[in-house]
């Protein structure tokens, strides 16, 4: 199925729904949810998948597990999407929250295949085998570290959003501390409370994340300079620390 709305198939008796959708640059899936849990696959750009509790930066050609009934918005950056909702309880070992993780070939095709078939596609012969080798090939997925927690507090979270909306390599914890009217140590303290992190890590991972959207249309080095990052080798090194790869794979440039 392509370009069609889920609310339209969504009645159907199949547990997986494989639907393809086409998205124009930039454009933002205000905040929703849905029934069913979703395996959302960028075959083309980046998304951005935003809920309360975090947010998760999605690469070309990988994927993000949404869980069902989970309230989140998505930035689409040239997106393509292959995604399948599903029943929850045909997947009962399906992630609590969001999770990034990769799309090997054999994944890809097997995406790129179902979105063909109808809504009503047959349980029996070679539709309803492609569905079942896709459960079980998402539930040996891996997760990968694109994202970063948000605060539940209200003021620590708008602090996350503004930065994550612009890095800036300037701020620094004594910067936040005085937006929220505590001492340094009492913000760090709480912070860390709230996200498992220190501020200052927290930032250097929300600025490498910025990098993945970036990187579609600028270089390595253009990149680097605009995080704020001494030299394409900085950021290289700590892109590759964070993710276990070269911010290289993603450029097209």
């Known amino acids: 199925m392509k370009n069609v709305s889920l609310d339209e198939v969504d ?3 199949r547990a997986v729904l494989p639907i393809g959708t086409d998205y124009p640059s930039g454009l933002v899936l205000d905040w929703h949810r849905h029934r069913r849990a979703q395996f959302l696959y960028g075959a083309t750009g980046v998304m951005v998948v935003d809920t309360p509790e975090g947010t998760w930066t999605v690469p070309p050609e990988r994927a993000v597990l949404i869980p069902a009934a989970i309230r989140h918005r998505v930035r689409m950056l040239g997106v393509s999407t292959r995604s399948l909702y599903i029943e929850p309880d045909a ?7 969001c999770t990034v993780v990769d799309v090997p070939p054999l994944l890809r095709e097997l995406l790129l295949a179902a979105v063909e078939f109808e809504a009503d596609y047959s349980l029996s012969g070679r539709e309803g085998c492609v569905v079942a080798l896709l459960l079980h090939e998402i ?7 694109f994202h970063v927690a948000i605060p539940a507090a209200a003021d620590l979270a708008s602090l996350c959003r503004a930065y994550l909306a612009a890095p800036d390599a300037g701020v620094t914890n004594a910067v936040w501390a005085a937006r929220t009217a505590m001492s340094e140590r009492a913000f760090t303290r709480r912070f860390r409370a709230e996200t498992g ?11 490498l994340l910025a990098a993945v959207p970036l990187l579609r249309t600028a270089s390595v080095t253009e990149v680097s300079g605009r995080l704020g990052y001494a030299s394409p080798a900085a950021l290289t090194a700590a892109f590759t620390r964070a993710f276990g790869m070269p911010p290289s794979r993603f450029s097209h440039t």
């Not at 997947?91 to 929250?97: G, H, L, Q, S």
């Not at 992190?197 to 600025?207: D, I, L, N």
């Open 91 to 97: 997947v009962p070992w399906w992630p609590a929250a």
């Open 11 to 13: 009645h159907v008796d």
């Open 139 to 145: 539930a040996a997925r891996t997760p990968l570290p």
């Open 197 to 207: 992190e220190s501020p200052a890590v927290w930032r250097t991972r929300a600025r």
